[in-house]
T-cell receptor, first 109, second 113 residues
């Protein structure tokens, strides 16, 4: 299983954009890039996924480098509710997600 | 649509006992995956079931087993409990396909004394 590297923690101010980086230099051609987040005392929650092109949904945007060795999750306007651990995961087997340590995002009012 | 439900939510057992946890997926979802979450190891994949067959398995000892029923409900069993099995056990369901978002339940908090 390909590995991802994320910063342990990041801080953001409320209503400002947040860019969460992820390195995955050993990504294979069939690996999708997934992002999940886990709010305190809850199960993980799907955020977004992509393969090669940048992706947008109502929660966030995913920017994927041209060589696919890194990606960035973008929260356009952070809210207090966005404080969570964010996981960047590579997978080509839909039901099997290998979680790393993730990035703990704190949002200051 | 109801979300993924897990029962029981909390459980206390003693070493050597066995335990069965239950997961009801979202209606229409045929894939159920199980994960263990501990402070030390983080979130670890246990196994995935689809159409009553185990499709993927993580790196856990044989004491951890699971099954899936024809209505897609799933159970996982841990035999001969050890202190290190204390964890939050999460199940997630999804529709079929190579890449689909997984919907996680609230988890079962297992404490082994």
């Amino acid at each position: 299983d390909a590995k991802t590297t994320q910063p342990n923690s990041m801080e953001s101010n409320e209503e400002e954009p947040v860019h969460l980086p992820c390195n995955h230099s050993t990504i294979s051609g069939t690996d999708y890039i997934h992002w999940y987040r886990q709010l305190p005392s809850q199960g993980p929650e799907y955020v977004i996924h992509g393969l090669t092109s940048n992706v947008n949904n109502r929660m966030a945007s995913l920017a994927i480098a041209e060589d696919r060795k890194s990606s960035t999750l973008i929260l356009h306007r952070a809210t207090l509710r966005d404080a969570a651990v964010y996981y960047c995961i590579l997978s080509n087997q839909g039901g099997k997600l290998i979680f790393g340590q993730g990035t703990e995002l704190s949002v200051k009012p | 649509k109801a979300g993924v439900t897990q029962t029981p939510r909390y459980l206390i057992k003693t070493r050597g006992q066995q335990v069965t946890l239950s997961c009801s997926p979202i209606s229409g979802h045929r894939s159920v995956s199980w994960y263990q979450q501990t402070p030390g190891q983080g979130l670890q994949f246990l196994f995935e079931y689809f159409s009553e067959t185990q499709r993927n398995k993580g790196n856990f000892p044989g004491r951890f087993s699971g099954r899936q029923f024809s209505n897609s409900r799933s159970e996982m069993n841990v035999s001969t409990l050890e202190l290190g099995d204390s964890a939050l056990y999460l199940c997630a369901s999804r529709t079929t396909g190579l890449v689909n978002e997984q919907f996680f339940g609230p988890g079962t908090r297992l404490t082994v004394l």
